[in-house]
């Protein structure tokens, strides 16, 4: 019988931490995405794109890893919301970039 103990509240596990970092990358990729999005800026749409897609490769990681449920310190609801922030991320430097690649007349 196998049983899930929480974890600690404040214990940084390598699942935590990865996810940390995933959400920090997905979040900095939207930063840069709406700053791109709002200037016209096409490295920094390269840039967001990306950072988002690295969020969610890690984000995906952490969660395909992940033992156990949520709340057991293996980072499972950061890695999801990593994986929700990188694909904002994209989405925005998308946009972005299909933004910046029309002529200036249209």
């Known amino acids: 019988m ?9 214990s940084l ?3 935590r931490i990865g996810a ?5 990358l997905g979040l900095a990729g939207v930063i840069t995405g709406g700053l791109a999005l709002a200037r016209a800026w096409r490295r920094g749409a390269v840039i967001a794109v990306a ?6 490769v890690v984000g995906g990681l952490i969660v395909v890893t992940a033992d156990g449920g949520a709340g ?13 922030i990188g694909l904002l991320a994209v989405v925005l430097g998308g946009v972005a970039l299909n933004r ?5 007349g249209r």
């Open 2 to 10: 196998t049983v899930l103990l929480a974890a600690d509240a404040y």
């Open 13 to 15: 596990g390598p699942g």
């Open 20 to 24: 940390l970092i995933a959400g920090a």
């Open 51 to 56: 950072a988002g897609a690295v969020g969610m």
């Open 72 to 84: 057991t310190g293996n980072g499972l609801g950061g890695g999801v919301v990593a994986l929700v």
């Open 100 to 104: 910046s690649a029309r002529p200036a």
